[in-house]
């Protein structure tokens, strides 16, 4: 069976339950506890080189970085399919992922975080002001074009649950915990609540996970 | 004829300038200019909400996000190849590519950089230290992957021209630029080295760009 190298609030880890979910399969949870700081111990790093979660373990191998797992995962099993059929919009759907994967989250991850509070001595409310901002600054475009785009659906690319969603929903969540005012963003709440109706999404949520019972 | 909106300087551009020439395409460039401010106008966020380069407008519609671009063009371009054929293979191409476009180059462009200065008011000094943090944090996981690999060649993935080396030499331009020590990293020079052999590296370098001109 895979084994997830998972942690139940990392956004990263969350996106990948999901996508394992959606394809239906069994997993294997490892926790990897970020906050003792186990994930930069040489043990785990013996998994992943880079200490962070996720990292799937096949029989003969380990996969890093969620959106090259889930890639990976789409490409292994088809069903149901993780981005559309054409290339264009496989392209736009790549791109609302990426507007979190590469400029949303990386921001405001906890190695930043920590680093802005033990190098530069930043305050907790400057903390807050700067996680604040870079959510703003990536929901804002990401609204308009899900406003905008022809095709509406219950989700990020019509009535299909793609790649877009599964990096949406978490970083929903992480906006959730870290008290951003989500009023500005009617279309993403409502995308988020249309998936967390689903199984896969809502076995994957960080509040149902091992860590927490 | 496309038209890329483009800045010299922009290691997310630089991607994209290199998986143009791969693929033998022609393209207008558009220079956007991140300094003067230009690229937050309203004028260029009709372009792309979000108002960072690159975009890649087409004939009826436009591109966002470098690494959704050159999956775009590696699906409609099928010559060469940007990923190997095989999964497992494409997951450890994407995932070296995602360490790059995720984890070192969203914390260290220039809107965070700037953040930085204007808002937390932190030195000239502690931002190359921040810079010099997270290219180290990123470069020491992916030297030891890349040295650890069975099928080793003169790029990231044996002697296949790949998305990782697509998005590994523009960020290693942008280490040199801030002068970062690369001595701990011979095998990531090297393939850089080897990449800049290349026509189409070479005529997307920074310092061959129109702006420099």
Known sequence: MMKLYDYYRSTAAYRVRIALNLK?????QIPVNLLTGEDGGAEYRTVNPQ?????LALDDGVLQQSLAICEY????VPEPPLLPGDARQRSRVRALAQMVVSDIHPVNNLRILQYLTRELGVSEEQKQTWYHHWIHEGFRPMEQLLAAQAAKGKFCFGDQVTLADICLVPQVYNARRFALDLTPYPRIVQIEQACLQLEAFNRARPEHQPEMV
């Open 51 to 55: 200490g962070l979660v996720p990292a």
């Open 24 to 28: 239906g399969l069994d997993y294997q």
């Open 73 to 76: 995962l789409d490409e292994t």
